[in-house]
């Protein structure tokens, strides 16, 4: 496994009309150019699955990609709302979104669940919210041994499990650093996987607090440089504070926010 492709090629052979996808990343190593491609293709109906959904899941939103969002937290880092996200929610605009909401740390244990193959995870979580009265995938549990009532979530196992990282061997291993957020866990938790790149390198030097993912986990690599912008690749590029403050009067209107998707993501010229 761990196949080198370019990007267009692995998202047309992963990401299909309909499929559950996870494009993860914790304020670093979002993996924005994977989402301007599943754009691009055209992809439709997607369930789409992030902790944090920021301007990425908004512009994919906003282009119709999606049907239903699992989260735990959605707006644009450090400025406000995400206006593509809210206009589908309230307006159904371009089409109806389902909302299925969480804790950070219950979208985590599933990942978890995922991961290891279990069935679902217990934390003590979501006391004192509305949200198990919200959500139907949040349920009381009660501890065989203690009598503990705790909460139960249904483990995530994405179709597709996307993330950006430094590099990768020509071996398909690949190796980031840095906040690395969930990337382990949503990779082993997804039937497929797709790890963008700043770099392959003929061998992967040691880096103090690396996480590795084996070519065995990673269905496939693609060589991305920037792949992230406007998010970060530690040791490789900075956050774009400007695009994100930029973004919101981009998507604050339909109109702007249409001609901004044609000129920076249709067109295939990289959105700056």
């Given at each position: 496994?761990?196949?080198?492709?370019?990007?267009?090629?692995?998202?047309?052979?992963?990401?299909?009309?309909?499929?559950?996808?996870?494009?993860?990343?914790?304020?670093?190593?979002?993996?924005?150019?994977?989402?301007?491609?599943?754009?691009?293709?055209?992809?439709?109906?997607?369930?789409?699955?992030?902790?944090?959904?920021?301007?990425?899941?908004?512009?994919?939103?906003?282009?119709?990609?999606?049907?239903?969002?699992?989260?735990?937290?959605?707006?644009?880092?450090?400025?406000?709302?995400?206006?593509?996200?809210?206009?589908?929610?309230?307006?159904?605009?371009?089409?109806?979104?389902?909302?299925?909401?969480?804790?950070?740390?219950?979208?985590?244990?599933?990942?978890?669940?995922?991961?290891?193959?279990?069935?679902?995870?217990?934390?003590?979580?979501?006391?004192?919210?509305?949200?198990?009265?919200?959500?139907?995938?949040?349920?009381?549990?009660?501890?065989?041994?203690?009598?503990?009532?705790?909460?139960?979530?249904?483990?995530?196992?994405?179709?597709?499990?996307?993330?950006?990282?430094?590099?990768?061997?020509?071996?398909?291993?690949?190796?980031?650093?840095?906040?690395?957020?969930?990337?382990?866990e949503v990779v082993l938790a997804s039937r497929h996987s797709?790890?963008?790149?700043?770099?392959?390198?003929?061998?992967?030097?040691?880096?103090?607090?690396?996480?590795?993912?084996?070519?065995?986990?990673?269905?496939?690599?693609?060589?991305?440089?920037?792949?992230?912008?406007?998010?970060?690749?530690?040791?490789?590029?900075?956050?774009?504070?400007d695009y994100y403050q930029a973004w919101d009067a981009i998507?604050?209107d339909r109109e702007a926010f249409s001609a901004w998707l044609?000129?920076?993501?249709?067109?295939?010229?990289?959105?700056?």
């Open positions: 496994m761990g196949v080198i492709a370019s990007l267009p090629e692995a998202i047309a052979e992963l990401v299909r009309d309909g499929a559950t996808v996870a494009l993860e990343g914790f304020t670093h190593l979002i993996p924005v150019a994977a989402g301007h491609e599943i754009i691009r293709q055209g992809r439709r109906d997607l369930t789409l699955v992030r902790m944090t959904p920021d301007i990425v899941y908004d512009e994919m939103i906003g282009a119709g990609c999606a049907r239903k969002l699992i989260f735990s937290w959605a707006g644009n880092p450090g400025v406000g709302s995400l206006h593509r996200f809210r206009d589908a929610v309230r307006h159904g605009w371009p089409a109806p979104l389902e909302i299925e909401e969480h804790s950070h740390a219950g979208m985590a244990n599933r990942y978890v669940a995922g991961a290891t193959g279990l069935p679902f995870a217990v934390l003590r979580g979501y006391v004192g919210t509305d949200l198990p009265a919200q959500t139907t995938t949040i349920k009381p549990i009660t501890c065989p041994f203690t009598g503990e009532v705790l909460t139960a979530v249904p483990a995530l196992n994405p179709d597709v499990g996307i993330v950006h990282a430094q590099r990768a061997d020509r071996a398909g291993n690949v190796q980031m650093w840095g906040i690395t957020g969930v990337h382990k797709l790890v963008t790149v700043e770099e392959i390198v003929d061998h992967l030097d040691p880096r103090p607090g690396a996480v590795i993912l084996p070519s065995w986990a990673v269905t496939f690599v693609a060589e991305v440089p920037g792949g992230a912008h406007p998010s970060y690749a530690m040791g490789y590029s900075e956050r774009d504070n998507s604050r044609r000129e920076r993501v249709l067109s295939g010229v990289p959105a700056t």
